[in-house]
C-alpha cells in the first residue's frame, strides 16, 4: 500500500498491531468527543490566502529555545514505542539531509533508557517528566537527563491521575511480555524491584504525586539548568501562572484527549494561551496535527512550533526508522507548499514591521515601545522632520561599485546603520536581546546593549563576537555604576553610551493610562545581583519603577570626568542637541556625540534630531564624530543625515518592531 498522508499510517499500523496495542495507542478517555474535535477543530479554521507574492524561496527553519532545527514540526512523547516496533529508539536517530537537527522528546515511560537514545547519534533531545512521590526518583531521572545531554526537561503537569480509558479498560492492558519501562532500571526503588514488567507500568503510574503544584516547579528548578517546559496547559489563567513561575516554555495539550473527555481541543485553546503569555516564552502545539496545514494554523495562531505523537507511533509501526522519517517528510513538504500558496504579507519596507507588530503585541506593550511624550508632537515631527529635506541628484557617474562599509570609533562596519539601546526586549520577543545581538552580529554592524535589557551583559556576550557598546544611565549610588561598567569591560563590550537626557524620565501619558509594569516572568537582567537591597524587595514590575527613582539628578558635567576616570573604554554622549552643549562635550573628553531626543519620549517640542543635527555638527567642527538616533525609516534617512555631517545612525523602534514580528531573522 502505498502511503499518500500522514493519516494513512494508522490504516496501516492498525493492521499490523495487536488490537490491545493499538487501541492503547489510538483511544482517548470516556466518550472521545475531545479525540475527535483535537481533529474537526482544525477543520474550522479557514485561510485568506495572498497572491502574486515571490514564493520561489521558501524557508521552514526555526529555532527553538536557541537550537536551529528544519522545520517547526517536533516529535511528542510517547510512551513505550517497542510496542510499536522492536527498535522503539530508532527514530531518535533522526537527522535531515541538511544536517539540521530535528527535536524529540524521549518520554519518561520509554521502552529504551536516557542512555540508550543518547548512544544514537547527536540530536537536539528533550525529557519528558513526570513528577513522583519519590521526589529522589525525580532527582535521578533528571540528573541522568542532563548527562546524556538532553536539552530540556518537557513537565507534563496534566496527569495527577490518569484519565478513564475505555479501551485499556475493556482490553484489560498490561505491557507486553518483555517489555520494560528502562528509564526505572537501576533506580532504587524498592517495590519496583519486585514487579514483574507486565505490572511495573500500573506501579509506575501510582507514584504520580498527586499533590504537584506551583511550588513544586520551583523544587525543580532548583535541581537542574535545564530549561523547564510545561506541557498540559489549556488555559490563560495557567499560562500566566506559568510565565510567574519560570518556565522556560509552554506546550499547549490536553494529554491526545486520553485524560479528561469534553476539554477545548488544543488549536481551539492555544489563541487564549498565546495571549496571557504576551510573548515572554514560547509556546507550542501538541494534539490534532495530521497535515501541514495544521501546523500552518497553529503557527498563524501564535504558536512557535507543533509536536506530534501518535503519527510518529503510527509510522514507526508501519514501517520502522523510515516511516517515521516519511512521516515527518510528508508533514514537512505539505507545511511549505501551504506557506507558498497562503503566503504572509510581504514586507517591503520597515514601517510595515510596525503595523504588524501593533496587531501581535499586547496594547500596553505596543503603547510602551511607540509613544511619545505628551502631545507627541516631537514624536511626529521625528519622521516629518526628514520628509522637507530634497535631493540634488547627480548625473553620469559611474556607480557600478558601491561600498557602505564605514568605520566606528576605530571599527570596520559593513554600514553606517547601528542598533540603538531599546529597554525590555523581551517583552517584543522570548530571545530579546540575544535575538537582536545574533542579528547585529551577522549584519557586521553595532549594537547598543540597554542598561534597562531583559537579557544581561554577559548573555548578549555568549551569542559570540560582536561590535558592542553599553548604554548607560547615571545612579545615586555610584557603585551601581561602577560594577555596571566593569561587567561590559569584562564582556568585551567597546564603548559607552551614557544618556544625559533623563535626569527625570518625561511624561508618556499612554503609559499612565495603560498603567504600565513589567509584564510578569520578565526583570532587568543587569540588575540582578547588584546591591541595591530595595530592588529585591520589589517584584519585576515594580523593580522599573525603583531603577528610574535611582537616576542621579544632581548628574552634571564633571561627572564625566569621574566616568572617564573609571574605565578605558570611549564615553559617547547620548542626548545631545544644542550647539551649546555639543562644545561642552568636545571640553569635557567625550569620544563622540549621539544627537537624539529620546525617541521624543523625554520632553515634547524640541527638535527633530535630523533638524539639531547640523548644528552639533558644525558645533563640534570635526574634532569628534556625530551620530543621529531619531526617526530614520528609509535609506535615504540614512544618506540624508550623513549628508548633514553625521558618522552614521542608530535605529531603535525598527529593530523592536521587526523583532516583535520575526525574531532574529527579522532583525537581520
Not at 498540559?232 to 501562572?241: K, P, Q, S, V
Not at 567597546?494 to 499612565?512: H, M, Q, Y
Not at 555639543?582 to 517640542?605: K, P, T, W
Request: glycine fraction near 8%; include cysteine; charged fraction near 25%.
Amino acid at each position: 500500500m502505498e502511503i499518500r498522508n500522514v493519516m494513512e499510517f494508522e490504516k496501516m499500523a492498525k493492521e499490523k498491531l495487536p488490537k490491545m496495542v493499538y487501541d492503547y495507542y489510538a483511544c482517548g478517555a470516556e466518550d472521545h468527543w475531545t479525540l475527535q474535535e483535537n481533529r474537526n477543530a482544525f477543520s474550522r479554521i479557514m485561510f485568506r490566502p495572498r497572491i502574486l507574492i515571490d514564493v520561489s524561496e521558501v524557508d521552514v527553519s526555526t529555532r527553538v529555545l536557541g537550537f536551529n532545527i528544519s522545520m517547526p514540526i517536533m516529535v511528542a512523547p510517547t510512551a513505550m514505542q517497542k510496542m510499536a516496533h522492536p527498535d522503539g529508539k530508532s527514530f531518535f536517530e533522526l537527522r535531515n539531509e541538511s544536517s539540521c537537527l530535528r527535536c524529540l522528546i524521549l518520554s519518561t515511560c520509554a521502552t529504551c533508557s536516557v542512555e540508550e537514545v543518547a548512544s544514537t547519534r547527536p540530536g537536539i533531545r528533550f525529557f519528558q517528566l513526570y513528577f513522583f512521590k519519590d521526589r529522589e526518583v525525580v532527582r535521578q531521572l533528571v540528573k541522568r537527563a542532563e548527562e546524556a545531554e538532553f536539552k530540556a526537561i518537557v513537565l507534563t503537569v496534566d496527569t495527577p491521575r490518569f484519565g478513564r480509558r475505555e479501551a485499556d479498560i475493556k482490553n484489560r492492558f498490561t505491557l507486553p511480555l518483555g517489555m520494560t519501562l528502562k528509564n526505572f532500571k537501576g533506580l532504587d526503588l524498592g517495590k519496583i524491584d519486585k514487579k514483574d514488567d507486565s505490572e511495573l507500568a500500573y506501579y509506575v503510574a501510582g507514584q504520580v504525586d498527586q499533590s504537584l503544584s506551583w511550588t513544586d516547579i520551583k523544587w525543580l528548578q532548583s535541581i537542574t539548568s535545564l530549561p523547564i517546559l510545561l506541557k498540559g496547559i489549556l488555559t490563560a489563567e495557567d499560562a500566566r501562572n506559568a510565565v510567574e513561575n519560570g518556565a522556560a516554555g509552554i506546550i499547549v495539550s490536553n494529554h491526545g484527549a486520553r485524560q479528561l473527555g469534553y476539554v477545548p481541543s488544543t488549536i481551539m485553546a492555544l489563541e487564549e494561551v498565546v495571549k496571557a503569555v504576551e510573548g515572554r516564552i514560547p509556546v507550542f502545539l501538541d494534539g490534532g496535527v495530521r497535515r501541514g496545514t495544521d501546523v500552518f494554523k497553529a503557527l498563524a495562531l501564535g504558536a512557535s512550533g507543533v509536536f506530534v505523537g501518535r503519527p510518529s507511533l503510527f509510522s514507526l509501526a508501519a514501517e520502522g526508522e523510515a516511516g517515521v522519517r516519511k512521516m515527518l517528510q510528508m508533514l514537512s513538504d505539505e507545511f511549505e507548499l501551504t506557506m507558498a500558496l497562503s503566503e504572509k504579507m510581504e514586507i517591503t519596507n520597515v514601517m510595515e514591521y510596525e503595523k504588524i507588530a501593533k496587531e501581535k503585541l499586547p496594547k500596553m506593550v505596543y503603547d510602551y515601545y511607540a509613544s511619545g511624550a505628551d502631545d507627541e508632537w516631537t514624536l511626529q515631527e521625528n519622521r516629518n522632520a526628514f520628509s522637507r529635506i530634497l535631493f540634488r541628484p547627480r548625473i553620469l557617474i559611474d556607480v557600478s561599485e558601491i561600498d557602505v562599509s564605514t568605520r566606528v570609533l576605530g571599527f570596520n562596519i559593513s554600514m553606517p546603520i547601528m542598533i540603538a539601546p531599546t529597554a525590555m526586549q523581551k517583552m517584543a520577543h522570548p530571545d530579546g536581546e540575544l535575538a537582536t545581538a545574533r542579528a547585529t552580529s551577522a549584519a557586521g554592524t553595532i549594537m547598543t546593549l540597554s542598561s534597562w535589557a531583559t537579557c544581561s551583559i554577559e548573555e548578549v556576550a555568549s551569542t559570540g563576537p560582536g561590535i558592542r557598546f553599553f548604554q548607560l544611565a547615571v545612579y545615586k549610588d555610584r557603585d551601581v555604576v561602577r560594577w555596571l561598567v566593569k561587567r561590559a569591560e569584562e564582556a568585551g563590550f567597546k564603548a559607552i553610551a551614557l544618556t544625559v537626557d533623563t535626569p527625570r524620565l518625561g511624561r508618556r501619558e499612554s503609559n499612565i493610562k495603560n498603567r504600565f509594569s513589567i509584564p510578569r516572568g520578565i526583570t532587568l537582567k543587569n540588575f540582578e545581583g547588584l546591591d541595591l537591597a530595595k530592588i529585591y524587595k520589589t517584584n519585576n514590575s515594580g523593580a522599573g519603577s525603583y531603577i528610574s527613582g535611582q537616576a542621579d539628578q544632581s548628574f552634571s558635567w564633571k561627572d564625566i570626568k569621574w566616568l572617564q576616570s573609571i574605565t578605558s573604554l570611549p564615553v559617547l554622549l547620548k542626548g545631545v542637541l544644542t550647539a551649546e552643549d555639543a562644545r561642552s562635550a568636545l571640553e569635557y573628553g567625550s569620544a563622540g556625540i549621539i544627537v537624539s531626543n529620546h525617541g521624543a519620549r523625554q520632553l515634547d517640542y524640541v527638535p527633530a534630531t535630523i533638524m539639531a543635527l547640523e548644528e552639533v555638527v558644525k558645533a563640534v567642527e570635526g574634532r569628534l564624530p556625530v551620530f543621529l538616533d531619531g526617526g530614520v525609516r528609509r535609506g535615504t534617512d540614512v544618506f540624508k543625515a550623513l549628508a548633514l555631517g553625521a558618522a552614521g545612525v542608530f535605529v531603535g523602534r525598527p529593530s523592536l518592531f521587526s523583532l516583535a514580528v520575526d525574531g532574529e531573522t527579522g532583525v537581520n
